[in-house]
């Protein structure tokens, strides 16, 4: 649809020498004679771009622009004026106006500047769409779960959103610690500013200095310009520094000391400069001893570790397994645009017995696979496994799939070896026989007993099937 726009100009010549240049070009042009008339063409139309002059009588330029600024009328201004200084430039500007262009103009030149403020008007809606799509997709309250463990993850990062001390998110690979640090940023009073995130194990430690702290011009070969650190970009917002106990020891000192003094010195300067950002620090390794080794240093360890969000395993909340599944299965559908497919409740029982190695992130590519490879609008459990082992680099029917959980309750103050083996036992032949389908003989063949034996065993712990 083409841009429309609303030419206001006392000189009936130059609105129609502009109109014709501009439906020249594609755009929907109409023509006010002073700024009075535009409020009243405006109050039932609107436009994308407004070119108004800065003299008319009635009704000059300013008056008009403090009259949209004051009513919210949209559309992008742009002023004319062969009378202008650069004091009602700044004016203008000031009030809202786009830009502003000194008459007589060649028509290249309005029309560039309005393909200039069309770039920056998408630009700008695109920017705004993907702030309420973030925002929307990280706020704490759609955030699935049913896990107390969850929740608990949840409440804290609500307690802790708007104050400025450090935060270590810690757990295991894939189980969304970086999520946390965005619902960190995104629900607190930072969230206009930037968010930034930067994987300390995957940036080669040579790069990892200038790119968190910046460099000025010469300080090394490759510097041709001063440049900032991504601590600097990200001044006023949020700064997550995923995989934190990769960091060499030489930068350990040295954000040990941007955190103390809230202060950074570029690679080659003499200077240091202020940065308000708040750090949240992510990690899968166990820092305490870390500490105790020497590989990471005590004093960092304890300035990141003011605020301390533990992420559990998947393993650790089977309650919230069935509502990630679904979600993700639903998601990829749509997004691959295939058929609704739903998870049979048979599989329920299948996904809550797994390890889960690979935590949610694990979880959210069997969905993906499901989505692509189901055949129908249900995921039976055996479709369910043959796409699981596919995964696996097994061929189909064949691979390992995923490896089960076994949870043999131990008294510590009083551990049974026989009663743990039994209960061992008992585990594995209720395996064999559900990944056979109930039959007996495949189920003693699996487990690697006899028959009889398999028999004998099944009676003495009352399993059927």
Known sequence: MADRILVVDDEASLRDALSRILAAEGYHVRQA????????????????????????????????????????????????SAFGTVETAVEAMKLGAYDYISKPF???????????ASEREKLMTENEYLRREIEKTLRAEDLLYTSKEMEEVVLTV?????????????????????????????????????????????????????????YRKGAFTEAKTDRAGLIEEANGGTLLLDEVGELPPQLQAKLLRFLQEGEVRRLGDKETRKVNVRIVAATARMLEEETGS???????????NVIRIHVPPL??????????????????????????????????????????????????????????????REISKEELLSIWRQGTGGEEGKGEGPRQILSIPISSERPDLKAAVRELERQLIG??????????????ELLGISHPALLYKAKEYGIRG
Not at 201 to 211: H, K, N
Request: glycine share 8%.
């Open 315 to 376: 393993r650790k909340r089977p309650g919230d397994i069935p509502l990630l599944a679904r979600d993700f299965l639903g998601k990829f559908c749509a997004k691959y645009q295939k058929e609704e497919r739903a998870l049979a409740e048979e599989t329920h029982a299948v996904l809550a017995t797994y390890e889960w190695r690979g935590n949610v992130r694990e979880l959210k590519n069997l969905m993906e696979r499901c989505a692509l490879l189901g055949s129908g």
């Open 431 to 444: 395996m064999a026989l559900e990944r056979t389908a109930g039959s007996r003989p495949r189920a003693a």
């Open 33 to 80: 004679a002073d700024g009075r008339d535009a409020l009243e063409i405006l109050a039932v139309d609107r436009f994308d771009f407004l070119l108004c002059d800065l003299r008319m009588p009635v009704m000059g330029g300013l008056d008009l622009l403090r009259e949209i600024t004051a009513k919210k009328i949209p559309g992008t201004v742009i002023m004319m």
């Open 158 to 214: 609500g307690k802790v959103k708007d104050y400025d001390a450090t935060v270590l998110v810690t757990g295991e690979r894939g189980t969304g610690k970086e999520l946390v640090a965005r619902m960190l940023h995104f629900s607190s009073r930072r969230r206009g500013k930037p968010f930034i995130a930067v994987n300390c194990g995957a940036i080669p430690e040579t790069l990892l200095e200038s790119e968190l702290f910046g």
């Open 294 to 304: 020497g590989k990471f240093r005590e004093d960092l360890y304890d300035r990141l």
């Open 106 to 116: 060649m028509s290249d030149e309005i029309l560039l500047t309005l393909r200039k």
